[in-house]
């Protein structure tokens, strides 16, 4: 059973860079896609970005310019950088299984996720 | 890509079906056969119902099923119980993903 763990400061200032690391176990973070999504208090969800084990990577447009989501696949963990925050970007970070869709086939896109990181930004 | 659009919340009682809609358009849930939909109980992660429009993964139980037709997707419940009350979410992937405001179901 594959589990997933979100970890990184709760609290993060303005202007600054938020920092999410998650840790898979009970499977390989080389056999998948692994995706950052968040979802701000009582929103919905929006896709952040994914991330292939060989360092390949897509990011959702509207945050390209601040995001960057690199790979560990010796501690099997891949992580998040959102830069310049505001208030905005307040929200719960979630890490999740898969985002990759091609040739017909989703391949369960976010059938794992973590349970969740509570980010806040504010002075 | 704009948000995919839901019904704040839809309701029914124990037994009846219960559909929710999700309309995009031709860009993504029209030209792609990338819709899956989440299950979200209050402060839990989502969970993965349905995928590529129309597939139940394992474990999911049968009475839950997809569909589509131009640019929206629909999520039905036949036979809603009152464990399916919670949020749920329409996404699509055309390039990137995009997911819907979220449907609010009350099982009466």
């Known amino acids: 059973q594959v589990q997933l763990q979100e970890s990184g400061p709760g609290l993060v200032k303005p202007s600054e860079t938020l920092s999410l690391t998650c840790t898979v176990s009970?499977?390989?973070?080389?056999?998948?896609?692994w995706s950052w999504i968040r979802q701000a208090p009582g929103r919905g969800l929006e896709w952040i970005g994914y991330?292939?084990?060989?360092?390949?990577?897509n990011y959702n447009p509207s945050l390209k310019s601040r995001v960057t989501i690199s790979v560990d696949t010796s501690r099997n963990q891949f992580s998040l950088n959102l830069r310049s925050v505001t208030a905005a970007d307040t929200a719960m970070y979630y890490c999740?299984?898969?985002?990759?869709?091609?040739?017909?086939?989703?391949?369960?896109?976010?059938?794992?996720w973590g349970q969740g990181a509570l980010v806040t930004v504010s002075s | 890509q704009s948000a995919l659009t839901q019904p704040r919340s839809v309701s029914g009682s124990p037994g009846q079906s219960v559909t929710i809609s999700c309309t995009g358009t031709?860009?993504?849930?029209?030209?792609?056969?990338?819709v899956s939909w989440y299950q979200q109980h209050a402060g839990k992660a989502p969970k993965l119902m349905i995928y590529?429009?129309?597939k139940r993964p394992s474990g999911v139980p049968d009475r839950f099923s997809g569909s589509k037709s131009g640019n929206t997707a629909s999520l039905t419940i036949s036979g809603v119980q009152a464990e399916d009350e919670a949020d749920y979410y329409c996404?699509?992937?055309?390039?990137?993903?995009?997911f819907g405001g979220g449907t609010k179901l009350t099982v009466l």
């Open positions: 590529d429009v129309f």
């Open positions: 009970g499977g390989s973070i080389s056999s998948s896609y």
């Open positions: 031709s860009s993504d849930v029209g030209s792609y056969d990338y």
């Open positions: 996404g699509s992937y055309a390039g990137s993903w995009v």
């Open positions: 999740a299984r898969g985002g990759f869709c091609g040739g017909g086939d989703c391949r369960r896109p976010f059938d794992y």
């Open positions: 991330i292939y084990y060989s360092g390949s990577t």
